[in-house]
């Protein structure tokens, strides 16, 4: 190991502790805080138990709603990110590749436009969804659709440009498959990784956002969290570090599914180049020459 591979180690190394101690500080900090007896003088699970006691089911109801209304939001903003995304991805990249470009600027535009003038443009537009379908937690699914586009764009486009995907659209279309056929059991298997990155870090996003829904006036895990931090700062850091632990599970997942071997990838376009192998004609196979014996007997 040459002296510049070494310094290249430590200096990774001290960069990585350095990172480290900046969350892990902060997180040892709220698991003692909120493993604080209530005199002050230990340590106890009282406040972790308090979440779960019947007895403070009124207290923390602001809290139950905001982490249901979070969970449906991050589903709800997943499956719009996917449904309206993935199409327009593939039909760009296969139909119309001159507008890739302009489909990249236009969902990577929403990642350089603060949340705060989001909900100024967006407040006009909320007077009408309420208006139409309510001033249900749901509907803010359409303005965190728009903030976690970016993050979705990349994941999927990372996936879908190092895979051959016209050569098996175009194989699956020979077969006699429909475009809706193509896109269940070609597109979206190809695609698994990136669908499947992009709809975590959805829910990693929707799970941690705050401005939006404090100044549309909705009910989400954040808000709910600095409500119930006024009156009980214990349970507020207990949901908070259970929200943690919950993203940091999905970048975990994230993490394996982008590591995984790109041989997953061959396995699921091999049913589609077994059936064209089998419908296309085998060729004879040649003739081998006649032995010395049979020459002599033919001559």
């Not at 996003?205 to 808000?223: D, H």
């Amino acid at each position: 190991m040459t002296g510049a591979t070494r310094g290249s180690l430590a200096a990774r190394r001290i960069a990585l502790t350095v990172v480290g101690l900046v969350f892990a500080v902060p997180i040892a900090a709220m698991v003692a805080f909120s493993l604080r007896s209530a005199d002050g003088t230990g340590h106890d699970l009282n406040h972790w138990l308090a979440i779960v006691d019947p007895e403070n089911e009124r207290a923390y109801r602001n809290l139950v709603e905001g982490v249901t209304n979070s969970l449906v939001l991050a589903v709800v903003a997943a499956v719009l990110v996917l449904v309206l995304l993935v199409p327009a991805m593939v039909l760009v990249h296969l139909r119309y590749p001159r507008l890739a470009r302009p489909l990249e600027f236009v969902c990577l535009v929403p990642i350089t436009v603060p949340a705060i003038v989001l909900v100024v443009g967006l407040a006009p537009v909320y007077s009408a969804v309420t208006r139409v379908a309510g001033s249900g937690a749901w509907t803010l699914a359409f303005a965190y659709g728009i903030t976690v586009l970016p993050y979705a764009y990349r994941a999927v486009q990372s996936d879908l440009a190092g895979t051959d995907l016209r050569t098996l659209t175009e194989a699956a279309r020979t077969l006699g498959a429909g475009w809706p056929q193509i896109m269940l059991r070609v597109v979206v298997p190809t695609l698994r990784r990136g669908l499947l990155a992009a709809a975590f870090i959805t829910v990693a996003v929707v799970l941690g956002e705050f401005t939006i829904a404090s100044l549309l006036n909705r009910v989400t895990l954040q808000t709910a969290l600095v409500q119930v931090s006024k009156s009980d700062p214990y349970a507020a850091v207990v949901f908070a570090l259970l929200a943690l632990g919950f993203a940091f599970v999905l970048l975990v997942v994230i993490g394996r599914i982008g590591s995984r071997a790109p041989g997953g990838r061959a396995g699921r376009a091999t049913p589609i180049a077994a059936t064209v192998s089998t419908t296309a004609p085998v060729p004879p196979a040649p003739s081998a020459p006649p032995s010395a014996p049979a020459r002599k007997a033919l001559s």
